[in-house]
């Protein structure tokens, strides 16, 4: 875990307004959920119950499959605990899916801003599909044998990224 700061700021207003005003629109939040265990902040299950819950949650309110997904922004703050849990919450919520789709955290770059990092992880979002590029977790070398996803490793990889998830916080 290393801390960071920094900020990035959105507009978000509806598509029609939008249209209206000749705006360059850059992405569609298509859909979003958050749940909790009702317990602790950070005392998470090692299965990812919650968090599985919420993608699937985000993914049927933008009427998304699984298999829809390009590219999973990862919350990755490089503890155990967290990565581990999100790892089984990405494998519960995208089944088959997770094994394909590279999932990387900027926060292996630009460190964990705490109440900041929403909106520069958004930010990162929409640069991936706005370059086709998937961003790398930087300084990843010995991966836990335990989070066996794609996090591509070091190095950023070309790809078309329509579709992005999200898991950050």
């Known amino acids: ?17 939008a249209k209206r005003r000749g ?38 309110r933008a ?20 990565d581990r849990h999100e790892t089984d919450a990405v494998k519960r919520a995208l089944g088959a899916h997770a094994r394909r789709v590279p999932m990387s955290s900027i926060k292996s ?8 990092i929403g909106s520069i992880e958004l930010a990162a979002c929409v640069l991936a599909m706005d370059t086709g590029v998937v961003p790398p977790t930087a300084n990843l070398t010995t991966p836990d044998p335990e989070c066996d996803l794609d996090h591509v490793p070091l190095t950023a990889r070309e790809q078309r990224n329509d579709v992005v998830l999200s898991v950050g916080r």
Request: charged share 20%; proline share 0%; net charge negative.
């Open 1 to 17: 875990f290393v801390m960071g700061e920094g900020a990035a700021v959105l507009v978000l207003e509806e598509a029609s307004a």
């Open 23 to 60: 705006a360059d629109i850059r992405c569609r939040v298509a859909g979003f959920a958050n749940h909790g265990n009702a317990f602790h902040m950070t005392g998470l299950r090692r299965e990812g119950t919650e968090m599985a819950r919420a993608i699937t949650t985000a993914l049927d």
């Open 63 to 82: 009427r998304r499959s699984a298999e829809d997904v390009d590219y999973v922004n990862a919350h990755g703050s490089g503890t155990v605990q967290n």
């Open 109 to 116: 770059m630009v460190g964990h801003s705490l109440g900041a």
